[in-house]
C-alpha cells in the first residue's frame, strides 16, 4: 500500500481523509456533489498507486465501490454495525472526520470489520427483488386502502375474481375510448355506485 484514504458517504458530499505511507503526509476534504463524476475526478490523482480505501456499507456504496474498482484500486468495504463496535462508547459527538479517522485507524491496523462486496450480477439481481418486494409491498398497501374505503361506504369488497373481470373490463373500455376516455369511464363507475 502507498495511499491509504477512509471515506464517510452521505447523500450530498463525502468525507474524506488520505494518508501517504512512505511521507505520512495527510489531507482530508470533502467531495462534493457527492455522485459518480466528481468521484471520478478525484480518484484520478492516485492513478498510478497502490491506494486501499475503506468506506462503510450504508446507502450510496456502490457506486464509490464501483468507481474505485474503475480506477484499479482496493475497496475495503467495512460493516457499519461491527465498526460502531470498534468504535467503542462515545464521549464526543460522532463527526464525518472522526468517522474517516477510525476508518483509517482499523484499515491500517488490520483490523477493519470486512463485509463482502458481491459481484455486480449479484448486486442486480439484488437490487431487482428488493424493487419487486417494495412494489408488492406498496400494492398490498393500496388494496387495502381500497378495501377500507369500500367497507367505510358500506360497499362490499369483490371477490377476486369479480375484481379481475372488472379490472380487465374496465381497461377495455379506457383502451377503446382511448385517452379522453379514462374520465368517462370513472364518471361511469361513479355513476353506477347505488
Given at each position: ?77 467495512a460493516d457499519p454495525a461491527e465498526t460502531a463496535v ?109
Amino acid at each position: 500500500m502507498q495511499i491509504v484514504s477512509a471515506l464517510d458517504v452521505h447523500r450530498r458530499q463525502i468525507t474524506y481523509r488520505t494518508v501517504e505511507l512512505a511521507s505520512g503526509e495527510t489531507g482530508r476534504g470533502r467531495i462534493s456533489p457527492a455522485a459518480r463524476e466528481p468521484v471520478r475526478a478525484w480518484l484520478e490523482r492516485f492513478a498510478g498507486q497502490d491506494a486501499h480505501f475503506a468506506l462503510e456499507g450504508t446507502t450510496g456504496w456502490r457506486f464509490v465501490v464501483e468507481e474505485i474498482e474503475r480506477a484499479g484500486h482496493t475497496a475495503h468495504l467495512a460493516d457499519p454495525a461491527e465498526t460502531a463496535v470498534r468504535r467503542g462508547r462515545k464521549r464526543r459527538a460522532k463527526t464525518d472526520d472522526s468517522d474517516c479517522e477510525l476508518q483509517l485507524r482499523l484499515l491500517l491496523g488490520g483490523e477493519l470489520p470486512e463485509a463482502w462486496i458481491p459481484p455486480p450480477h449479484s448486486l442486480e439481481l439484488r437490487t431487482r427483488v428488493r424493487l419487486r418486494k417494495t412494489l408488492i409491498d406498496q400494492r398490498t398497501a393500496w388494496l387495502q386502502r381500497l378495501q377500507s374505503q369500500l367497507f367505510h361506504q358500506g360497499a362490499a369488497w369483490p371477490e377476486a375474481a369479480d375484481r379481475g373481470r372488472a379490472a380487465r373490463a374496465c381497461n377495455a373500455r379506457i383502451v377503446a375510448r382511448g385517452t379522453r376516455g379514462r374520465r368517462a369511464v370513472l364518471a361511469d363507475a361513479r355513476s353506477a355506485r347505488p
